[in-house]
């Protein structure tokens, strides 16, 4: 089992920006991927960013947040954050972690195998 929890949520106003860590135990982190969901209010969880693995060279995107936010990972501190620059209100929504062992679409949620409890970001002036 993997205890995942994310931080660093919370309220900020259009153009800002903050950083959402996410942190899992277990000696394996370093082999898993990591994707970063997000939900709102009456929407399905839609993917926002992937890294892969082991060395975490390997990262994916939403269109929605291509050139704004940045997915990486330190192995040694078992941590993934998401750099979210250039805050806009449609980025508001709960915030989630997932992290998953074997393969699969990094876009689909029912890939991961653990998820964290999430993080709310609230983008409002």
């Known amino acids: 089992q993997v205890e995942v929890v994310e931080s660093g949520g919370g309220l900020v106003q259009p153009g800002e920006s903050l950083r959402l860590s996410c942190t899992a135990s277990?000696?394996?982190?370093?082999?898993?991927?990591a994707g970063w969901f997000r939900q709102s209010l009456g929407k399905e969880r839609e993917f926002v960013a992937y890294v892969n693995g082991y060395s975490g060279d390997r990262t994916d995107y939403a269109d929605s947040v291509k050139g704004r936010f940045t997915i990486s990972r330190d192995n040694a501190w078992n941590t993934v954050f998401l750099q979210m620059n250039s805050l806009k209100s449609e980025d508001t929504g709960v915030y989630y972690c997932?992290?998953?062992?074997?393969?699969?679409?990094?876009?689909?949620?029912?890939?991961?195998?653990?998820w964290g409890q999430g993080t709310q970001v609230t983008v409002s002036s």
């Open positions: 277990g000696r394996a982190f370093s082999t898993h991927g």
């Open positions: 997932g992290i998953v062992r074997t393969g699969g679409t990094v876009y689909n949620p029912s890939t991961y195998d653990f």
